[in-house]
Nanobody, 129 residues
């Protein structure tokens, strides 16, 4: 059974930082592209960042490039996807989700949510003064 569990969300002031974590089990960490999406009320899920299955490449939405960093941590017993978010802005406020692509070894991570088949429950990030 594939499970993704996000954590690390919260309330932060503009200019602050947060680090999101996504613990992944039941799917090989090294075979699938993994991504972060975010969603605000009334809107579709928006691509934020993704990392290739072999960790060779990372991809970002223009709105978060140079502020967010996606990475994988497989040193411990749990495979974890991370999203370091710096210089947060009020427009970053959203529910953040991690997800794994449905196809193995896809060359470039997809940016459309429809290509991801397993999702976490989401973690709320609120940027406000």
């Amino acid at each position: 059974q594939v499970q993704l569990v996000e954590s690390g969300g919260g309330l932060v002031q503009p200019g602050g930082s947060l680090r999101l974590s996504c613990a992944i089990s039941g799917r090989s960490f090294s075979c699938y592209n993994i991504g972060w999406f975010r969603q605000t009320p009334g809107n579709d899920r928006e691509f934020v960042a993704a990392i290739k299955w072999n960790s060779a490449s990372t991809y970002y939405a223009d709105s978060v490039k140079s502020r967010f960093t996606i990475s994988k941590d497989n040193a411990g017993s749990v495979n974890t996807l991370l999203l370091q978010m710096n210089n947060l802005k009020t427009e970053d406020t959203a529910v953040y989700y991690c997800a794994t692509e449905s196809r193995r070894y896809r060359n470039n991570p997809a940016r459309a949510a429809k290509n991801y088949d397993y999702w976490g429950q989401g973690t709320q990030v609120t940027v406000s003064s």
